[in-house]
């Protein structure tokens, strides 16, 4: 038997019954047919490693595993509430080496210091801005780079601004009535790709009441590490956050990327066993929310003007089906006038974005993408609104390649945009 880095538990493969109940929710299961890359399937699989009759260096096993979105369908489907997202952690951990492919080593490795970050930001402004990525795109010089860094290049949006991202300020006052203290995770990709959607995120919390702090400290949430087989990464960028987070004083942490989100609530369950940070992680995960399940429960207060536009929302696998939140988002879209809301045919399918899959698993990610495009065309919409990064540049990445006249944006960015109809001009 190979020795395992990290154990499989127990306990939480016993609570499958292999009902199957949750295979026509499976999106990897829906597009091979086979049992081995259904949740009962994998869930069995996890077993034979756990008990030592397969080795966690078993290529068929692995292969498995790496070809599971993490989407996390198959907990919503579940009659018998098994915690399927920390299984697929804990099975991907017990792989020795695990080697992702050179884009996705390249962005774990980016993603765990700032200063990194920062020049992974303005390397890839740079590309974009300077036109290197006009010219590697017409010249063909691409497609001598690996197919993730490909795909890599496919995705990423156009950025706003110039060569330096624009910074968040590290503390925003209320406008109005104070009614909350919070802070903000500002995420470890959204400053350098997205700040616009982080600024409209602290625009419409302020506008609500919120002073708004940024802990300057703050890190990557370790999602990617997290999900690629790396808990020691991820509960050292854990520790990271639960201390600057904690220094901030604020009643509430919040966050605008749904895989974030889900990762920060499950700090009390990654940091249980370590005697110096077991509580002050509990203590964390109760406070955090991500901000549209804030926003409702705080009750918002200010007015939205008029945004008239036909949307459709598209949830993230990590916010309906990680953080059971599906109704808040709609009910601010809704509260904008002019604004129709359309549902689109299972708005709660993966689009194949999850973290670095589509780096990984191109074609079952595009095949993913596929079938949410083909939904999206059917509802006539011209914005598309989804509240994690990943699922963003994902859809928008799609619908440049099939030439759909859409909008991709976060739902704070159409609040932040009503709100700002309805202030006088100054
Ligand atoms: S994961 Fe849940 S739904 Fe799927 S087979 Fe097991 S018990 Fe049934
Ligand atoms: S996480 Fe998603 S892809 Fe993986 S088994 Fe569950 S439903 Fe299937």
Redesign the pocket.
């Known amino acids: 038997m190979t020795a395992t880095r990290e154990a499989i538990s127990r306990d939480l493969i016993r609570q499958c019954v292999q009902c199957g109940l949750c295979l026509s929710?499976?999106?990897?299961?829906r597009l091979t047919g086979s049992e081995l890359d259904?949740?009962r399937g994998?869930i069995f699989q996890m077993d034979l490693v756990r008990s030592g009759e397969v080795p966690s260096d078993d290529p068929d096993f692995r292969q498995h595993m790496d070809f599971?979105?993490?989407?996390?369908?198959?907990e919503s489907a579940c009659p018998s509430g098994v915690q399927?997202g920390l299984l697929?952690e804990q099975a991907r951990a017990t792989i020795p080496d695990p080697r992702p492919p050179a884009g996705v080593r390249l962005l774990q490795r980016a993603v765990t210091s700032r200063r990194l970050m920062r020049l992974f930001g303005l390397a890839t402004r740079s590309y974009q801005k300077l036109g290197l990525q006009r010219l590697a795109r017409t010249s063909g010089l691409l497609r001598f780079l690996p197919a993730s860094l490909r795909q890599a290049d496919a995705t990423l949006p156009a950025l706003e601004g110039g060569l330096l991202a624009p910074r968040l300020q590290t503390a925003t006052p209320a406008r109005g009535e104070l009614r909350y203290r919070v802070a903000m995770l500002e995420g470890c990709v959204m400053p350098e790709f997205m700040s616009e959607t982080n600024r409209a995120t602290v625009d419409v919390l302020a506008a609500n009441g919120c002073d708004v702090i940024v802990p300057g400290k703050q890190g990557c949430c370790g999602a990617l590490h997290l999900h690629g087989g790396d808990p020691e990464t991820a509960r050292r960028l854990a520790c990271v956050n639960i201390a600057a987070f904690e220094s901030s004083g604020a009643e509430y942490y919040l966050t605008n990327a749904a895989g974030c989100g889900s990762a920060l609530k499950e700090y009390g369950h990654l940091l249980a066993d370590d005697p110096d940070w077991a509580a002050r992680a509990a203590a964390f995960a109760e406070r955090v929310r991500d901000v549209q399940e804030f926003l409702v429960m705080a009750g918002p207060v200010a007015t939205p003007g008029p945004v008239h536009a036909r949307v459709t929302y598209q949830d993230a696998c990590h916010l309906a089906h990680g953080q059971r939140v599906r109704e808040q988002p709609r009910d601010l879209l809704r509260a904008i006038p002019g604004l129709e809301l359309v549902e689109m045919a299972n708005p709660d399918y993966c689009c194949g974005s999850a973290g670095t899959y589509n780096l990984q698993q191109y074609d079952a990610s595009m095949a993913l993408l596929d079938e949410k495009l083909a939904a999206i065309r059917e509802t006539g919409a011209e914005v598309i609104a989804a509240a994690n990064p990943g699922c963003i540049m994902q859809i928008a990445a799609g619908a440049r390649r099939a030439g759909m006249e859409v909008k991709v944006v976060h739902p704070m960015r159409l609040l932040a945009d009503a709100y700002a109809r309805s202030r006088p001009a100054p």
């Open positions: 929710s499976c999106p990897t299961f259904s949740p994998r599971c979105l993490g989407c996390r369908a198959c399927y697929i």
